[in-house]
């Protein structure tokens, strides 16, 4: 068991009592899913974005932790009414701001929220079948991060499967 | 901590980390700061004679309350880690040539497992014997491991994370059958106030205690070393009244900690039927009102009258912790998300419960100081918290 200490600031606990646009979204123009609950954080978020590529609304689903939660929140309540060429430029480190700083040991937590919300910008545009100039053709940090983890996650998952009793 | 204000009730279940220390034990300390028995106890003047018959007369009545044959074989130190160290590296140093295999479990304490490590940096083979599904040694396994190479076997006699009380008689029968020589330690911090304890009558060489899991101070534990069994100290220093443990001694801890036995064991019985009850109904409390729940560990007469550990599908650990601490209760949770990938309890994953069984467990311990009106907050506090986080979870697939 690992006991790294975790001093949230009141934000972060704030975010975890009352999270904002929590919930599935049942009209959601696109969905995407980051994480493994073996990272210990897995991640829904829900777009609803209209035909000018704004973002009308989004919302999350967290099995994670206070700061995944937190920074979900945060991230949802960012870019709500933003352009989808404006919520890329989003930045883990402009995350882990917005909530007022979070332990070094949970940057995790928000790169993944982060890597969530770039997966589903980038899945709305393939199933659109276009690409806009500014999406860069390589993962971002904040994706990369997340498919390290999830990837992470299956190594260590075959190996829990092999020592099963 | 201006989320916790206005609570109604407050309930510290989290004994397996720290303890509060009750009153009598506070109040017992207090003068031996101040008042008497401050100084050197290895000095000529009033104060260090007074704090060396002090140390005498806790060891003395921690030799009865262990089953000791003798107060020499109380060894004070500044707690359980420090302890299992010296049991470890102190016995392995002073068997050098008698052989190099060390035994002990999958589900021993981190002081146990990370000190195998450094045995094996210094050649020695460590076997890990397996755990069933209720977190019982493998007895078998044990026989068939134990040669006449094995210097040292080091089982709990109970289980810190999940209670198993766990079959150390047979386990120690099961050594000595294969080889008298070798030594055998137990870390019996989870079962010393709990379970009749007897190191004389059990026969070990090696038992470990520890004093804030009876409700006594942090930094404070005892090594029981057998009359016969020679351990070498592991750090240098000005060695007093503890031949294996060097420096000035902790007058006030000690008296802490006898304080705490005394406590325990003065209505050992009643202590005992009070915990099992509380235990039970926090057991059945949740497993009852709660869906998708799981204990971990043996039920009834085989798990130790303090500890609860139960999964929560579809929960994560540290979002569970933090919101029943909003609500006044305080846990701790078998998995922490600190790193990039969450560490799942060594001991859960032993019993071969899966990831989210491991990442949503939650570790209680309740004390003979918590009262009925305790359990039943907690009862009221716990479905309510489960029901917002798994809300919080929403249909994110974790199964």
Redesign the interface.
Known sequence: MSRAPLPYNPKVLELFRHPKNLGKMDDATVTAVAGNPLCGDMITFYLKINEQDVIEKASFESYGCAANIATSSIVTEMIKGMKLEESWKVSWKSVAEAVGGLPSVKFHCGILAVGALKRAIRKYFKDKGSSPEWLQKEPSFEEKQALEDEELAKVLSKKMKTEEK | M??HEGLRHEVYLDNENSTIVPKEVVDAMLPYYDKRAYGNPTLTHKPGWEAFEIIMESAQKTSAFLGCKSLEEVNFTPGETEANNLALIGSTLSLKGKGKKVVVSEVEP?SILNVTEILQKNGFTVTKIPVD?EGFIDLEKLSEVVDKETVLVSLSTVNHEIGAIEPIKEALETVRDKNPETLFHTDASDAYGRIPLNVKELNVDLATVSSYKILGPRGIGALYVKESVNVEKILEGQIGTQRLWPGLENTPLIVGFVKAMELAFGRFEDNVKHMRGLRDRLIDGITGSVSRVSLNGPRGEKRVPDNVNISFL?C?G??LT?EFS?KGVYV?S??????????P??VL?AL?R???EA?GSILMKVTRCHTEEDINYVLEVIPKAVERIR??????E?E
């Open positions: 201006k989320a981190i599904r579809k994560e540290e979002a933090i909003l701790s078998g998995s922490a998300c600190s790193r990039r990938l969450l560490q309890s060594h994953v071969g899966k990831f989210d990442h809300g919080i979870v929403g249909s994110t974790v």
